[in-house]
Nanobody, 120 residues
Framework: QVPLVESGGGLVQAGGSLRLSCAASGRTISNYAMGWFRQAPGKEREFVALIRGGSPYYADSVKGRFTISKDNAKNTVYLQMNSLKPEDTAVYYC???????????????WGQGTQVTVSS
């Protein structure tokens, strides 16, 4: 397990930007693939982005608007979110990919989440 703490969420108007951070402690994440998920009220947690071996992967719903990155020196993963839409409103979580797919079951060490609210 890798303790993870997300931050950077908040309230933003549609079209705005936010950068989420996911800081790991206790263990280095340099050798791990890291992902971001989100969960809107009444909906299941869904995959947003993954960074694995330096390569990013995105859900179709965020492709072209969100950018995932990892700073191994800071042991931190980021999610830059641009052109935000009201439907991006959710609690955002980061996690370590222990499996090989982007399904929830392939991830663990979940953080506590950070709320992102996009107003129209």
């Amino acid at each position: 397990q890798v303790p993870l703490v997300e931050s950077g969420g908040g309230l933003v108007q549609a079209g705005g930007s936010l950068r989420l951070s996911c800081a790991a402690s206790g263990r280095t994440i340099s050798n791990y693939a890291m992902g971001w998920f989100r969960q809107a009220p009444g909906k299941e947690r869904e995959f947003v982005a993954l960074i694995r071996g330096g390569s990013p992967y995105y859900a179709d719903s965020v492709k072209g608007r969100f950018t995932i990155s990892k700073d191994n020196a800071k042991n931190t993963v980021y999610l830059q979110m641009n052109s935000l839409k009201p439907e991006d409103t959710a609690v955002y979580y980061c996690a370590v990919q222990y499996g090989v797919t982007t399904s929830l079951a392939a991830f663990g060490s979940w953080g506590q989440g950070t709320q992102v609210t996009v107003s129209s």
